[in-house]
């Protein structure tokens, strides 16, 4: 009786090991099969956020392409399809460099440099190419074949007291981009508005050197076949005067207003 | 005796797995983005800084997309010279390659400023450029070096 009973106890402890056992291994399965599902899920997510992104994107594309209807002071601000740069190329200074930085266009080749002025990018070796040399705007040009070229120079030389040396100097690029690229349409971007604060700070950079610049820009344009585009409508709408949230710092565009800047010069092109 | 035996077992694996699990190899694990955004946000920036793709990245840095395995980088809006980049390399050596590329970008981005914006070019003078752990290397160029350093650091 007591041998029978010690046996029935041994096996009852025996199981009660077991079950702890086992109920661990099920624990744990539990959780990786929870951790797999969800890992699933986010994977799934990820992928339909990134096709409905592409959908909205197409769809907005399509919106903004009707060149007849365009309401060019009221452009979008988000990215579009900008395939139609691909073969561009972007001349300038710092603001052309934000443009770059904030829209991360690789397929149109910009050739800006922080600093540079309609003198220097001709006369010194300031464009650095993707293998690190640097040179001057006509080699940098001849670098590739391209169906447009954009330029936007002049904010550094607003406080120039030689504006007609200014417009000689812009008319040399014009004429230096026509020689390498024959078969290019010349854009010459107006030099874009700064915000009220900055005009407000009483230095040369201010909306009516802005202004008086931008009609050298326009006869250097008219005189050396080159396309004009104003882009304070766009940027600015009624006021000639940019937006305080469209830029950090009164001058450089924030991401949004460069992709304003791109719309605008999306429609202004095609 | 088995109840022993198997309890032994028990405290023997359990051992095992805490040993497994925990404790320091000594090698460092870093999120680049982590460290990145806490870069982005322990430091006062003048410039809206942009994410930046690697493609991006690389480009400006004239470094071969095969070293990287992982970045994460914001660039400044054209609007000053800050920048934050943390990028994990694939190797040891990659990563002796990268730094360089990283210190002759400031160094060159410093002589453009020099006479454009001294503040700038200053801020590329101090810029902080460190390689953690190996393969690491970090770039943050930005007005409180001091605070960088102390931020790579943890």
């Not at chain 1, 008086?212 to 004009?228: L, P, Q, T």
């Not at chain 1, 949230?245 to 719309?263: P, Y």
């Amino acid at each position: 009786m007591k041998r029978a009973y010690k046996k029935r106890k041994r096996r009852y402890k025996v199981n009660y090991t077991m079950l702890i056992g086992l109920i661990a291994v099920i624990v744990m399965a539990i959780v990786c099969i929870v951790g797999l599902v969800m890992m699933l899920n986010l994977g799934g997510k990820d992928s339909d956020e990134e096709s409905s992104s592409q959908t909205q994107q197409q769809t907005q594309a399509q919106s903004t392409e009707a060149p007849s209807q365009v309401d060019i002071k009221n452009l979008p601000d988000q990215p579009q399809d900008y395939t139609c740069f691909n073969n561009s190329a972007f001349v300038g200074d710092s603001r052309f460099a934000g443009l770059l930085n904030n829209t991360q266009l690789l397929e149109p080749d910009f050739y800006c440099e922080v600093g540079v002025n309609v003198s220097t990018i001709c006369k010194q070796n300031v464009i650095k190419l993707e293998d690190g040399t640097k040179v001057n705007l006509a080699t940098a040009i001849a670098q590739g074949s391209y169906d447009k070229v954009f330029i936007q120079l002049g904010i550094n030389e607003v406080g120039w007291d030689n504006i007609d040396y200014f417009q000689q100097c812009y008319e040399e690029i014009i004429n230096t981009i026509k020689v390498k690229q024959p078969t290019a349409t010349v854009y010459a971007i107006s030099i874009i508005p700064v915000t009220e604060l900055k005009d407000a700070e009483g230095t040369y950079v201010n909306n009516v050197n802005v202004a008086r610049f931008n009609e050298r820009i326009k006869a250097a344009s008219d005189k050396c076949g080159a396309v004009y585009l104003d882009a304070t409508p766009a940027l600015c709408g009624d006021a000639k005067v940019l937006p305080i949230g469209a830029s950090n710092d009164g001058v450089h565009l924030n991401k949004a207003n460069c992709c304003k800047l791109l719309n605008f010069l999306k429609v202004s092109t095609q | 005796m088995k109840r022993l035996i198997i309890l032994c077992m028990m405290v023997i694996m359990c051992g095992c797995f805490l040993v497994g699990c925990g404790g320091d190899s000594g090698k460092k694990e870093v999120d680049v983005n982590t460290l990145a955004e806490e870069l982005k946000n322990g430091i006062t920036y003048d410039d809206d800084l942009v994410d930046t793709t690697t493609e991006m990245m690389c480009r400006m840095f004239n470094v071969s997309k095969d070293y990287i395995a992982e970045q994460k980088t914001y660039n400044n809006s054209g609007a000053s010279a800050e920048l934050i980049s943390v990028i994990k390399c694939k190797s040891k050596e990659a990563a002796q390659i990268v730094k360089p590329a990283l210190i002759a970008y400031a160094a060159e981005r410093k002589q453009m400023y020099a006479s454009y914006n001294p503040t700038e070019a200053n801020k590329l003078g101090n810029a902080v450029i460190e390689v953690i752990d190996g393969n690491y290397v970090v770039i943050c160029v930005s007005g409180n070096a001091a605070k960088a350093k102390e931020i790579i650091s943890k």
